[in-house]
């Protein structure tokens, strides 16, 4: 799956949706919701002609198991998000698009990652916060024999420079809740 330059990621549904909807934007990153909301603003959004991933860790009533992704795919979704190795797994049994989201924040972080990718290939590998981006990449180059997921940067890009920045390190694509990027998608795409 190919994902254009600039993704929503989308942490308040009942209030960003009508945004989302008049942005340039054609993937939504749905991170925070409920059970019992998450069929409604996924039909909501495929209504709009959004492809949707949603985040099995932040989704409340849902756990990180086989049955998680299995109830996500039925509701129509085309990729999921976690920071679960396992889940990643049972996803991609399951022929799921997965995005494996990894938090730099200090050295025992980047060994976690890179013993996570000897032994898990998700699709995509979002790396947070987007000001550590250039070391994530370092890091996956030393690491990955032969496989390298494709590269999301996110969290703390704030202007199209720093996007456009982390587009030109190798990111495939930026990750942001920041609606006025959203609206510049067509202008980087």
Same mark, same amino acid.
């Given at each position: 799956?190919? @994902? ?20 340039? $934007?054609?993937?939504?990153? @749905?991170?925070?919701?409920? %059970? ?8 909501? %959004? ?7 991933? $949603?985040?099995?860790?932040? $989704? ?27 889940? $990643? ?15 730099? %924040? ?16 998700? &699709? ?31 969290? @703390?890009? &704030? ?31």
């Amino acid at each position: 799956m190919k @994902l254009p330059k600039i993704v929503a990621a989308v942490w308040e549904p009942s209030s960003s949706l009508d945004q989302l909807n008049v942005s340039h $934007v054609t993937v939504a990153f @749905l991170l925070n919701c409920d %059970l019992i909301s998450l069929q409604g603003y996924i039909k909501q %959004l495929k209504r709009w002609k959004k492809k949707v991933f $949603v985040d099995l860790d932040l $989704v409340q009533g849902l756990s990180g198991e086989e049955y998680s992704v299995r109830y996500v795919s039925l509701c129509g979704i085309d990729g999921i998000i976690t920071i679960k190795p396992r889940v $990643v797994d049972i996803a991609r049994k399951l022929g799921v698009t997965t995005v494996m989201r990894s938090f730099l %924040l200090d050295s025992t972080s980047i060994s976690r990652l890179e013993d996570t990718l000897k032994n898990t290939r998700p &699709d995509f590998l979002e790396i947070l916060p987007g000001c550590a981006f250039c070391k994530g990449v370092r890091v996956i180059d030393r690491i990955t024999n032969g496989f390298r997921p494709k590269l999301i940067g996110a969290g @703390l890009i &704030d202007t199209k420079e720093e996007a456009l920045a982390i587009l030109n390190m190798g990111a495939v694509a930026i990750s942001t809740s920041n609606p006025e990027l959203w609206r510049i998608n067509h202008e980087i795409s």
